[in-house]
């Protein structure tokens, strides 16, 4: 008599995982929103400031910057307009992206002492962080929009394409961000690394000064770092030029997105990995 064994495939499918990442993202939105709504009211409860720590950190970067270059202590190329707003809507811009980049690792990581108590979609803090980030970088873009006044460049049909753009930098920092949450989870130092690295990363794109017109090791960086699009596209939407970086932005963003999916399916089968090694 012939015995036929059978054997579970434990062949995962990546389709799979991205359906059920995203059904459980429709599924935990009313879970994210409450949970977004719990941090920022217990981020600006016990601030005298409040929202005003949305922005400081990009103004406080920016007024450094402005008052090297306005006392002569660094020489900076023309920027093609006003320095204090092309410094402050880069430090802006880029304040996105950091917050981005750290927000996946920081809402997983202040979510560790349910996540090993409650079962519930562990997406549902990567879409709270978004909101969060969200809502902050609202308030700061009210504060560019009162320097695009104040320095008199005045109102353009570009800025209505402000948010396309800054949507775009939201999604370039968290895809990175998940590529980075699950060994940040494990590894407390890699926290503390990525802070430094983007500290770094900040002087090799043109947040603070513009895009050297002499060949060179600082050119060729900005030239190839995939942010640079992202902040010359969003900072041209803002004073209404044309941008020569929007083919560049489209192609960032369209190799983000396939990114993003493998990003939410390596979230998902690895949160359940350490929320194990955490409860042991």
């Known amino acids: 008599m012939e015995t036929k064994v059978y054997q579970k495939n ?3 499918s990546l389709f799979k995982l991205f359906s059920a990442s995203l059904k459980d993202i429709y599924a935990s939105r009313f879970l994210s929103r409450q949970l977004a709504e719990r941090d920022i009211k217990a981020q600006y409860r016990q601030s005298y400031l409040g929202i005003f720590w949305a922005f400081f950190t990009p103004l406080a970067t920016a007024l450094v910057w402005i008052v090297l270059n306005n006392s002569g202590t660094v020489r900076l190329t023309d920027t093609g307009m006003p320095y204090p707003l092309f410094a402050f809507s880069g430090t802006l811009i880029w304040s996105i992206v950091t917050e981005s980049i750290k927000s996946p690792m920081q809402s997983t990581n202040g979510a560790r002492s349910i996540l090993t108590k409650i079962n519930f979609p562990k997406e549902a803090l990567i879409v709270s962080g978004i909101y969060k980030l969200l809502f902050n970088t609202s308030i700061k873009l009210l504060m560019l929009l009162i320097f695009v006044f104040f320095y008199g460049v005045g109102l353009s049909w570009s800025l209505l394409l402000v948010p396309v753009a800054v949507i775009g930098a939201v999604l370039v920092g968290t895809t990175i961000g998940l590529f980075i949450t699950p060994i940040g989870l494990l590894y407390t130092d890699i926290n503390k690394i990525i802070s430094f690295g983007l500290q770094f ?18 050119k060729t960086l900005m030239t190839y770092n995939p942010l640079t699009p992202i902040i010359l596209t969003t900072r041209d939407f803002v004073v209404g030029t044309v941008s020569n970086y929007g083919y560049q ?4 963003i369209a190799c983000c997105l396939p990114l993003l999916l493998i990003g939410l399916a390596m979230y998902r089968l690895s949160i359940p990995i350490i929320v194990e090694r955490l409860s042991a």
């Open 249 to 252: 932005f489209l192609i960032v």
């Open 10 to 12: 434990n062949t995962l």
């Open 201 to 218: 990363l900040m002087y090799a794109t043109p947040v603070v000064y513009a895009l050297p017109k002499q060949d060179g090791l600082l």
